[in-house]
């Protein structure tokens, strides 16, 4: 039912954007070497070298400065989609990409640890447009019966990213001290195949006939992707959707505030996110070779430690993609969170025992912990990316992708930050506690709002939404009018409720007003 464009759409995007969350591990296994050469280049600059914590607060900002960044993209992901669409708006991250690389690259030779934060903070606000534009693309781009598999893609990918980071970072592979800047500008590599590619495949149809209203364009491209055969019943479907939504729809991230019955999608769409945030991936993959040392492993040990861990997630995250069609977004999800909750409840009990009471075999049990984490983590990590995408319609998909992406990547910030601060001052095996809190409200959360959304069309999402709000509202004027108003009166009132909780205007009587989507201007 695809296509070989397709499938070439697929793995430019994959390859050349997803992967940039190389950025976020590639320093991990290098830490305590770029910690001497931030520390000698502060004393040749003052004649003094830092202390222990000053130190530890700068490292802790060099490596936030991708999650700094990645959420000031992430506020740019909506306009950059809006305006130049999403095929386009990768190509321009790329770009910029090509440039963040290059500052690392020179950060040695000019001695200058500022432009290996500069070039951090401009990788993470190409993470943040990535994590945001990627699952959009993809999603648009796929047929129904695959947009969960398509979804997930995105996060496989940074699987691969991520372990793939902490072998070119290892000191023995390219994080040693003369070539890690050829390890922190790999990145630049794969951006620059993108913006070579990518202008070959197709924009996405959705965009194309809904947004801007060019239905040639968009058959076009949609026979680009699923072939001439279903080309017409894949069309059909969007011209239904595109009579969802009204013409010259203008939204902001106020609108999904605003409107009844977008309240609760955003809500599980924000959720899901801080959700995910609080398995505390964000300090496993920063700090995984720190928490090896803590856990009083050798270095060398540590280092290959978060090599495996991270091989673990890659291998794990692979079949989301079958695993999400074959058992749902909902199961899943709740499957990784209490997988998470247990893993690092034991990282916590082994880090004591180790720490504590000298128990040298609660090490092992530590990366046993670990790795056990990540394969939990990897099976569901593709949910809170791909679920977004799924929850609204088309003139609201941006503004909610921008939401849900900033306040993934302002907690990524937080926690980047404040971890290695906070595990010093209560000790490793206590500085998983507030992740382990955050799990159990978590999972609590997801069991009562969270929906399956397999095999749904968009369209069947949108309305299940607004009927369930549409029917809290009427419940809500029943119960507070029956005493006190008349029938007539009553009626008249929940006919109001109706209009206020359409959260989509008059989109019933948009097929017969949209000239726009029948034919090119």
Not at 15 to 32: C, D, H, K, M, R
Not at 498 to 518: I, K, L, M, Q, W
Request: contains cysteine.
């Amino acid at each position: 039912m695809v296509t070989a464009r397709y499938v070439l759409t697929v793995v430019t995007v994959a390859l050349g954007a997803s992967t940039q969350f190389y950025t976020y591990g590639v320093i991990n296994p290098s830490q305590e070497l770029l910690e001497e050469w931030i520390n000698r280049t502060y004393y040749h600059r003052n004649g003094y070298g830092m202390s222990s914590m000053t130190l530890s607060v700068y490292w802790s900002f060099v490596v936030s400065s991708v999650a700094i960044g990645a959420f000031v993209g992430s506020l740019l992901t909506r306009r950059l989609a809006e305006t130049c669409g999403r095929r386009n708006g990768l190509i321009a991250n790329g770009i910029v990409n090509v440039f963040g690389a290059l500052f690392e690259g020179i950060a040695k030779g000019t001695k200058s640890p500022e432009l290996l934060i500069l070039g951090r903070f401009i990788l993470g606000a190409n993470m943040g447009l990535t994590s945001g534009l990627v699952p959009m693309y993809l999603m648009e781009i796929t047929p129904v019966r695959y947009r969960g598999a398509a979804g997930t893609v995105h996060q496989v990918a940074v699987a691969f990213s991520d372990w793939f980071s902490l072998l070119l970072g290892l000191p023995a592979v390219l994080g040693g001290e003369h070539l890690w800047p050829l390890a922190v500008a790999f990145p630049g590599l794969p951006a620059l195949l993108l913006c070579i590619i990518l202008p070959l495949c197709p924009e996405s149809p959705r965009y194309t006939l809904i947004s801007l209203g060019k239905r040639q364009e968009a058959y076009k491209a949609v026979r680009a992707l699923v072939g001439e055969k279903h080309a017409k019943a894949t069309f059909d479907s969007l011209i239904k959707e595109a009579a969802l939504t009204p013409e010259n729809a203008n939204t902001s991230v106020s609108d999904l505030f605003r409107r009844k019955s977008l309240r609760t999608p955003l809500l599980i769409s924000v959720g899901v996110m801080i959700a995910q945030q609080f398995t505390g991936c964000t300090a496993v993959f920063a700090y995984s070779t720190d928490m090896f040392i803590k856990a009083k492993l050798s270095k060398e040990t540590a280092r290959w430690s978060t090599l495996g861990i991270g091989i673990a997630y890659f291998l794990c995250a692979c079949p989301s993609p079958y695993l999400i069609e074959r058992l749902g977004r909902r199961f899943l999800s709740l499957f990784q969170l209490t997988g998470c909750l247990i893993a690092l409840i034991m990282l916590s009990v082994f880090t004591w025992l180790q720490n504590d009471f000298g128990q040298e075999w609660a090490s092992y049990g530590s990366i046993f912990a670990l790795v056990a984490y990540m394969c939990v983590y990897g099976v569901g990590s593709p949910i809170p990316w791909l679920i977004t995408g799924e929850l609204f319609s088309q003139e609201y998909r941006s503004a909610a992708v921008t939401m849900s992406t900033f306040v993934a990547w302002f907690w990524a910030f937080v926690i980047s930050t404040s971890y290695l601060p906070f595990q010093q001052l209560v000790g490793v095996s206590f500085s998983y506690l507030p992740f382990i809190i955050g799990l159990v409200l978590s999972i609590i959360f997801m069991a009562f709002l969270l929906p399956e959304t397999k095999n749904k069309s968009i369209e069947e999402i949108v309305n299940e939404f607004r009927s369930r709000s549409r029917t809290i509202s009427r419940n809500f004027v029943v119960r507070r009018h029956l005493n006190t108003t008349t029938q007539p009166e009553l009626t008249r009132l929940m006919e109001e409720s109706d209009e206020e909780t359409n959260g989509y205007g008059a989109a019933e009587s948009a097929p017969t007003n949209r000239p726009s989507v029948t034919q090119d201007d």
